[in-house]
């Protein structure tokens, strides 16, 4: 399984009002995030990954500012 970070998934840091949307989403789900320790000119310290088809289905069935059910 593929895990990901949201900034490898979307391009860009998330920040963390999006970051803290995506892992209530994934616990309400009973998806267990993965951590990661990342050091770069931006950030240091440990970030949370996701399976990437929890993030695909996530975005997918997002509208910006109101999340809707996911189908799983």
């Known amino acids: ?3 990901m ?6 391009g860009r840091p998330a920040g963390s009002k999006l970051g ?3 892992a209530e989403a994934a616990r ?11 050091k770069n000119p931006g ?3 440990m970030i949370m990954t ?5 993030l695909k289905l996530y975005f997918k069935n997002t509208v910006v500012g ?3 059910e996911l189908p799983f």
């Open 28 to 38: 309400d789900m009973g998806i267990p995030p993965g951590k990661r320790f990342v």
């Open 50 to 54: 996701y399976p990437e088809r929890f």
């Open 66 to 68: 109101e999340q809707l």
């Open 43 to 45: 950030y240091t310290g």
């Open 5 to 10: 970070s949201l900034y490898d998934y979307l």
């Open 1 to 3: 399984m593929k895990m």
């Open 20 to 22: 803290l949307e995506v």
